[in-house]
């Protein structure tokens, strides 16, 4: 079983940068591809990023491409979401989640543990 908590959310304006995390507990970490998700008010859980076991492979939607950046640490069994040129439409809770069924897992029904959602604010 993993236990995921995320942190790093909060309020920024547009064009600024948040780094989130997402702690794991439990050793086998590193079995799991991890993802990050976000919700906004009425809107349905949408994919954001992905990041293979090894951390070798990752993949972004493509309204977040080449501003967020997925990383994981292996060894402090932490992933993280560096979030640059936030726009107002990237305000949502974002979540991280755990899935054993590889790496290019975009829905959400695939993962098996999920964080409890880190709030993310951008004003204009």
């Known amino acids: 079983q993993v236990q995921l908590v995320e942190s790093g959310g909060g309020l920024v304006q547009a064009g600024g940068s948040l780094r989130l995390s997402c702690a794991a507990s439990g050793r086998t970490f590193s079995r799991y591809a991890i993802g990050w998700f976000r919700q906004a008010p009425g809107k349905e859980r949408e994919f954001v990023a992905t990041?293979?076991?090894?951390?070798?492979?990752?993949y972004y939607a493509d309204s977040v491409k080449a501003r967020f950046t997925i990383s994981r640490d292996n060894a402090k069994y932490t992933m993280y979401l560096q979030m640059n040129s936030l726009k107002p439409e990237d305000t949502a809770v974002y979540y991280c989640?755990?899935?054993?069924?590889?790496?290019?897992?975009?829905?959400?029904?695939?993962?098996?543990?999920w964080g409890q959602g880190t709030q993310v604010t951008v004003s204009s």
């Open positions: 989640a755990a899935t054993a069924s590889g790496w290019y897992v975009l829905r959400p029904d695939e993962y098996d543990y």
């Open positions: 990041i293979s076991r090894s951390g070798d492979f990752t």
